[in-house]
């Protein structure tokens, strides 16, 4: 009897996972405690649900590693990319979706694909060996029950961090006298972005509230060990009083036209949210504020003293496993190989990273029901060096979540030029040559798959 795949989770990594699989002729069952138990940060009982921001960063495919990403999913027939680009909104050079146009058409594809079926139920044991073959998909908001069942399993080694999620802002409450449109450096189309500038000592009078402010508690178990690339907005304050104007309110790039000879010290951008643009979401303004002190304090930014808010920010716990200590070369768990694990529980991080690892898994276990010898994507490539940083030994101890970056691709040092001569590339130029290695490579694994 051919085995049937089970997929845990139906976020990113668990949809991917699933189409891939089924696209290969598998039959999958998708297990999602969603709708009848819900997380501490999920909101709809859609598929592929993204409860942080609304963006899957830059889209530049010759300069971008998460821009290159996006493309070698492209390629890849990737359900997550396809739902994204039909449901895109305006955001400069980044690729960004109205939230839940795009969970609803994930939704959708997958439960009209013929070799899918839905199971909604609360996974809580470990899954037997009963033939069949499983993909632990259930991410960073994986349930209690789950997480001590797979703690049981792999002697307790995991690692939590923390992961805030940023306001929404209904843009009808911004005060356009203050506010303007502009996208930085005049990147895209110039409405993109809503921004609100601050003097020096609007500035200062910010951070200082931010430093005062009643943050929610942690529980006396609890450690909080945040991921660098989401940091609450109060954290960052915390680590220097500049340190916000040399992070997400960097004023560089944008002009106010309320006051053109006069720069602002700082800038507060909102992001388009929804199809509408009905919804502003506050970029870089993850927290973990209480409710009342973000309504408070964000208020004082100009052009949002009246602000309403369609969502405040909140926290939430994210768990990872040691990934290059429990999984093999294809995700399997060593000890269990008909269990696989895929998405932001293995240790990567960010949207895209986790469904380009759900691709993966879902492709390596295919090949493993249909008695195919799977192929490694080039380490070249994004998706390669994704699955490299899951299998990185150098420091176990340390292991940590990683975005996809240009560090963690073998290095271009240079080239030959047509004289037999060395020539080092910098900048912008090595970042082009690693995104047409990758491409190039990536369409040659595609070519043999």
């Known amino acids: 009897m051919t085995p049937i795949l089970h997929v845990i989770g139906a976020g990113l990594a668990g949809s991917e996972a699933a189409w891939q699989a089924a696209q290969r002729g598998i039959s999958v069952v998708i297990h999602e405690m969603r709708p009848k138990k819900t997380s501490p940060a999920h909101k709809t009982a859609y598929c592929a649900e993204l409860v942080c921001s609304n963006s899957l960063r830059s889209d530049d495919c010759e300069h971008n590693a998460v821009g290159l990403m996006h493309q070698e999913m492209r390629m890849g027939k990737s359900l997550i990319m396809q739902c994204a680009d039909a449901t895109k909104v305006p955001a400069g050079g980044a690729l960004a979706v109205d939230r839940e146009r795009f969970a609803a058409m994930v939704t959708d594809k997958l439960k009209k694909h013929p070799l899918i079926r839905f199971v909604y139920e609360e996974v809580t044991d470990f899954p037997a060996n009963d033939g069949n073959l499983y993909i632990i998909a259930s991410g960073p908001l994986t349930s209690n ?42 990147k895209g189309d110039k409405f993109d972005y809503i921004n609100c500038p601050m003097s020096k000592e609007e500035y200062y009078l910010f951070v200082e509230a931010l430093l005062k402010a009643e943050k929610v508690e942690f529980h006396d178990f609890e450690k909080a060990e945040y991921f660098d690339g989401c940091l609450p907005i109060e954290v960052m304050a915390e680590r220097g009083l500049e340190t916000l104007v040399y992070g997400p309110m960097k004023p560089v790039g944008l002009t106010n036209p309320h006051q053109p000879h006069q720069k602002p010290y700082a800038v507060v951008q909102l992001r388009q949210d929804n199809q509408e643009d009905t919804l502003r979401n506050m970029v870089g303004f993850q927290t973990k504020l209480k409710y009342g002190e973000q309504q408070r304090i964000f208020r004082m930014i100009p052009g949002l003293e009246k602000a309403e808010f369609a969502r405040l920010g909140g926290i939430h716990k994210n768990t990872f496993i040691k990934s290059p200590l429990l999984l093999d070369h294809t995700l399997r768990l060593k000890t269990k190989p008909y269990i ?41 490539t994004a998706f390669g060096a994704m699955l490299g940083h899951l299998q990185d030994q150098t420091n176990i101890e340390n292991y940590q979540p990683m975005n996809i970056n240009f560090g963690i691709f073998p290095t271009i040092q240079g080239e030959i030029t047509t004289n037999g001569k060395f020539r080092k590339i910098k900048g912008a130029e090595r970042k082009e040559a690693y995104c ?10 595609m070519e043999k798959l």
């Open 340 to 380: 696989r694990f895929a998405g932001q529980i293995t240790g990567c991080e960010g949207y895209i990273e986790s469904a380009s690892v759900g691709w993966l898994s879902g492709y390596f276990a295919a090949c493993e029901i249909l008695g195919k010898e799977p192929i490694l994507p080039p380490k070249t």
């Open 145 to 186: 029950a789950l997480i001590e069942a797979i703690l049981r399993e792999v002697d307790g080694q995991t690692l939590n961090f923390f992961d805030a999620i940023a306001p929404v802002v209904y843009k009808d409450s911004i005060d356009f006298s203050k506010a303007w449109y502009q996208s930085r450096y005049d």
């Open 436 to 445: 047409r290695r990758a491409l190039e490579d990536f369409k040659n694994w």
